[in-house]
């Protein structure tokens, strides 16, 4: 059994920078796909940023694009979230998820993940 637990979430002011962290255990970390997807209050849940097994490749939705970067240790078995000059629309829960079919590059639709964490929230005030 996967398990992906999410931390480093909390309350900050616009323009501060958080880092979030998914630590991946119960099974070999650096073969799959993970992503970080988001889910303000009364919107459906979108893909944040993706990133491919090796890192080789990487996905951000515009919303985020010039100020989130994606990474992954797997060595360690974590990928990370770095967001810069936060919004308070960037206000959501995150979660991480992983995707244990794909081989090459990232995987951008929410179907294709199939474990999940349980979500940190981020919380940004203007």
């Known amino acids: 059994q996967v398990q992906l637990v999410e931390s480093g979430g909390g309350l900050v002011q616009a323009g501060d920078s958080l880092r979030l962290s998914c630590a991946v255990s119960g099974r070999t970390f650096s073969p799959y796909a993970m992503g970080w997807f988001r889910q303000a209050p009364g919107k459906e849940r979108e893909l944040a940023a993706a990133?491919?097994?090796?890192?080789?490749?990487?996905y951000y939705a515009d919303s985020v694009k010039g100020r989130f970067t994606i990474s992954r240790d797997n060595a360690k078995n974590t990928v990370y979230l770095q967001m810069n000059s936060l919004k308070p629309e960037d206000t959501a829960v995150y979660y991480c998820?992983?995707?244990?079919?794909?081989?090459?590059?990232?995987?951008?639709?929410?179907?294709?993940?199939?474990?999940w964490g349980q979500g940190t929230q981020v919380t940004v005030s203007s």
């Open positions: 998820a992983l995707d244990r079919s794909r081989l090459v590059g990232v995987s951008i639709s929410r179907g294709q993940y199939d474990y």
């Open positions: 990133i491919s097994k090796i890192g080789d490749g990487i």
